[in-house]
């Protein structure tokens, strides 16, 4: 029993990391519409940056301070060349510039900081906590504990920012309606380049965190793609959704490729989330919090 | 009016139909009937529920009561792929053409449920499919020259004129020789020269093919001049029908919709 | 001047319906042709023929397949490779289990095991679109892709998981030689191009662009949503299930799962949208373009490396690569998001005028 205990709180804490880029994606859509295929590719980047300033001996805050404003860049570069452009192309064709933006963003973090592997080291061990070991026999890492209680503290501040603020309802409108925002005088393009750059912020957090956990290499943007059946669980457009998908998600995981792993030759982590997702749209096609869309003629 | 064919016997009935979305009702406890070769139009202020009816009668949406019988069978839950096998077919209010196509591709697609050949056999392009491509070219391009749009036959519709492209709709829903055509505001947005044309395609539609016509239009001038019998919609509700002389004078009518000269 | 179509007039349906209606364009084709089958297996470098030329056909052919799902019907797929992979598992085990399979055979019933599997992965476009499904098709990638490297009777139970593809000949002729492979692709290749083009530009094609365009309309129409969609994956899937059997028989020389990764469904996607969606002559100009691209930077890096006297690592090579090809993807959709094929469009119409202004 405490095994499954463990093996379920396992993965419902790194379905909180899946749900940490997850969010990055959910902000991107809800505020310009776009699916924005790059978010594991900028998770990358974020990490990548960060651990290769670390190694060269920055401080830890100025590390963060500076990758956090090349994020910033980004967003304003991409909301400049890529969506501007497109401004009113079909969804299709911003998410097909979104796959381009993913190349280019891996091409350039390797070129940059090369592709070996790095280990990132935060100061807080990834070592069971003491008392749940001691007295439940339970282990249960610190380190995915204080992930889960950063994850937790920014998704409140999004969804205050959202819910609260005047940014959040122009990022609301932009969302529903790129040309009647701009009619009701919502400057787009400084909207956009906002909320790229709080979902860089997003992505480095998520990026040092798994970083922190697995390592920064190449491998990071396939963990970053598993953020996809997240949304799928959760809708596009919902916070909370990111959250309790991504909890979904890494718990019903890591519970599958323990339990049934064994009977068929294991690995099923590389299509699990997939296949849930997949048969989860053909009940739902909009996700647990998504909206239902109806097609007028 | 001469016409060439005489009004027939009923050939659509809606009987009872109520059509809700969510907490909103669009269509409460409607009912009427059209006869065959005529030409009926449905009138009411916006949001009157005119293009939900249609959409009813044409299998796109499902009425929670009532039914429509349609040459004979009954039906509540006709899908809208059964009603154009049936051989009722449709314009839309805002158009509802595959932009990335020509003309002709569009046409043809009306031809869709007349063709046989399977995909195997239009992959080698040879005998039947060949054969059943080009009769179905002609029957087509004798539409497009009915409706005089043979100059832009190539042309891909998203450059078209709004006008024009009402009439490639038009030409689309004639291919598949429909017995009952539904319109949707077949004029909206048009200027006086092009409405005359459109009227003019419209009656030659309802002599020369002898189909049956349903459409909504706002023109109070075109629905008096060519519509044999008129429904009038208020909030989901049927508030008249009967000749167009008699909606036009129906205190009911006048109040909710027409409103009366000022001196 | 030369390819002015004064004089040549269209005077039955029949005539305007031909593929290539103008008469350059059908000596063009004729003389293409001519080069492709004849000239080339006789006068060709062995290496571009076997390094180049035929992976190009057989990812043109891939592409083809994509863009039939994708470009036409506009279901957006990103499991391309996985279907490939399938082709060419299936055939393997086609010609290993079925005596006297010929090889054509083989590469056919590869393509309709791929085509069964895309029906199957297909069934949820009928209910979702867009992003949705290409999320589904990733499913299908990394499933299948976990599936033929876990399943041990795709492989026949091979330790190594990589395994050789078998010899191949017809009528008794060995298929070993580059020329010969080379021949056989494109044989393959051509007549299923045909075969593409004579469906497009009949209803099935119509039926899938309505799809793509508007897909309330077209049911409303009478055009069925469920088996156009079908259709539509099950003809893209044979396409890449062939094309993944030629990729190992023809090309690889063997048969494994990581030839068939995500990334390669990538690539073929990029050659969709740089080619032209919905086009077949773009599949062809898509596919030029992503495989001789990687060449021609090789040959510029070393030339800069030449001139500047340096050495450019291979990994400063291939991420440039990867940044120029996003670059490019983000380039075209932004210029011209009907790719090169609507560029060689626009150069035919000013050719038709050349060398007049106007």
């Not at chain 1, 079909?90 to 280019?104: K, N, R, S």
């Not at chain 1, 998704?155 to 309606?177: C, P, S």
């Not at chain 1, 998600?249 to 690995?267: D, F, M, N, Q, R």
């Not at chain 2, 998203?158 to 829903?173: D, H």
């Amino acid at each position: 029993m405490t095994f499954f205990i463990e093996v379920v709180a396992g993965g419902l804490l790194a379905g909180v990391m899946y749900a940490l880029v997850a969010l990055g994606f959910v902000l991107i859509y809800k505020a310009s519409g776009v699916f924005n295929f790059a978010q594991g590719s900028m998770v990358f980047f974020a990490a990548l940056t960060f651990v290769s300033l670390l190694e060269r001996g920055w401080n830890l805050w100025l590390a963060l301070a500076v990758t956090l404003a090349a994020m910033v860049v980004l967003g304003m570069l991409t909301e400049r060349i890529v969506l501007r452009p497109l401004t009113n192309q079909p969804p299709i064709t911003l998410f097909m510039a979104t796959i381009g933006l993913t190349f280019v963003l891996e091409g350039l973090s390797q070129l940059l900081w090369g592709s070996q592997p790095h280990g990132l080291e935060l100061g807080i061990p990834d070592v069971p906590i003491e008392w749940l070991s001691q007295k439940a026999n339970i282990n249960i890492s610190q380190f995915d504990l204080f992930a889960a209680f950063v994850a937790g503290v920014l998704v409140a501040v999004l969804a205050l920012l959202f819910q609260k603020t005047r940014i959040g309802r122009a990022l609301r409108a932009v969302a529903d309606d790129h040309q009647a925002a701009m009619a009701v005088g919502i400057p787009l393009q400084h909207i956009w380049t906002i909320v790229w750059a709080v979902a860089g912020f997003v992505a480095l957090v998520a990026g040092v965190m798994w970083g922190v956990r697995n390592g920064v290499q190449y491998a990071l943007t396939f963990t970053a793609l598993k953020a996809l059946p997240v949304l799928i669980l959760g809708g596009f457009e919902s916070i909370a959704g990111a959250i309790i998908g991504g909890l979904i998600i890494g718990a019903s995981e890591k519970v599958a490729e323990v339990y049934l792993g064994p009977y068929v030759g294991g690995g099923i982590e590389s299509w699990f989330a997939y296949v849930v997702a997949l048969l989860f749209l053909l009940v739902r096609p909009e996700g647990l919090f998504g909206e239902k869309h109806i097609d007028r003629v | 009016m001469e016409r060439a064919h005489s009004i027939g016997e009923v050939l659509l009935s809606v009987e009872g139909v109520s059509l809700a979305f969510g907490g909103v009702k669009a269509l409460n406890d409607v009912s009427f009937d059209v006869r065959a070769h005529e030409v009926r139009a449905i009138i009411g202020p916006n949001g009157a529920g005119k293009s939900s009816m249609l959409n009813v009668v044409n299998g796109v949406y499902h009425p929670q009561q009532g039914k429509i019988r349609f040459r004979g069978q009954e039906f509540r839950d006709m899908d809208s792929h059964e009603a154009a096998a049936l051989g009722i077919a449709r314009t839309f209010q805002n158009i509802a053409l595959f932009k990335g196509m020509t003309v002709l591709d569009n046409v043809m697609t009306g031809r869709n449920l007349k063709m046989r050949c399977n995909f195997l056999q239009q992959a080698l392009w040879v005998g039947p499919a060949r054969r059943e491509e080009l009769q179905h070219r002609r029957a087509v391009e004798e539409i497009i020259d009915f409706l005089e749009i043979q100059h832009i036959r190539k042309t891909p519709v998203g450059r078209l004129p709004y006008g024009l492209q009402k009439r490639v709709e038009l030409a689309r829903a004639l291919a598949a020789e429909p017995v009952l055509l539904l319109l949707d505001e077949p004029m909206a947005g048009m200027n006086l020269e092009e409405k005359q044309d459109m009227c003019r395609f419209v009656l030659d539609v309802n002599d020369h093919f002898g189909t049956t016509l349903v459409l909504i239009e706002h023109d109070m001038g075109v629905v008096m001049d060519i519509s044999d019998r008129v429904v009038v919609l208020d909030y989901g509700r049927k508030i008249a029908d009967g000749t167009p002389d008699e909606v036009r004078n129906d205190q009911k009518v006048i109040d909710a919709y027409l409103g009366v000269a000022h001196a | 001047m030369l390819y002015r179509e004064a004089g040549q007039f269209r005077s039955t349906y029949a005539e305007d319906q031909q593929i290539f209606p103008i008469r350059q364009d059908r000596i063009a084709i004729a003389l293409l042709l001519a080069i492709a089958f004849v000239a080339v297996p006789v006068f060709g470098d062995q290496y571009w023929l076997s390094a180049i030329i035929t992976p190009f056909l057989i990812l043109a052919l891939a592409t083809l397949g994509l863009n039939i799902l994708t470009g036409y019907a506009g279901q957006l797929s990103l499991g391309t490779a996985a279907f490939m992979g399938i082709g060419a598992f299936m055939a393997y085990n086609a010609m290993l289990r079925i005596p006297h399979m010929p090889i054509v055979g083989a590469f056919i019933v590869g393509g309709l095991c791929a085509a069964a599997v895309g029906i199957v992965f297909g069934l949820p476009s009928l209910r979702i679109k867009g992003f949705y499904l290409a999320v589904a098709t990733l499913a299908c990638q990394f499933f299948v892709l976990w599936a033929l490297n876990r399943v041990g009777w795709f492989s026949n139970y091979s330790s190594s998981g990589v395994i050789t593809a078998q010899r191949m000949d017809i009528l008794g002729y060995p298929i070993d030689t580059p020329a010969t492979k080379y021949l056989l692709t494109l044989a393959v290749v051509a007549l299923m191009a045909l075969a593409a083009k004579n469906l497009m530009r009949s209803e099935t094609g119509r039926a899938f662009m309505a799809v793509r365009d508007m897909d309330v309309a077209a049911s409303v129409i009478g055009i069925p949503m469920m088996k156009t969609k079908l259709l539509a994956f099950a003809i893209s899937s044979f396409y890449c299930g062939v094309a993944g059997a030629l990729y190992a028989f023809c090309y690889l020389g063997t048969v494994e799962p990581e030839a068939f990764t995500l990334d390669l469904s990538f690539r073929v996607l990029f050659m969709v949208i740089i080619g032209g969606a919905g086009s077949i002559l773009g599949s062809f100009l898509g596919a030029a373009f992503i495989t001789l691209f990687p060449i021609f930077l090789n040959l510029a890096s070393k030339w800069l490396e030449h001139a500047l006297g340096i050495e450019l690592s291979h990994a400063l090579v291939s991420n440039t690569e990867a940044i120029i090809f996003g670059g490019l993807i983000i380039f075209f959709l932004i210029v011209e998001p009907n790719g090169l094929a609507r560029l060689w469009q626009i150069a035919k119409e000013k050719l038709r005028l050349w060398p007049f202004p106007h």
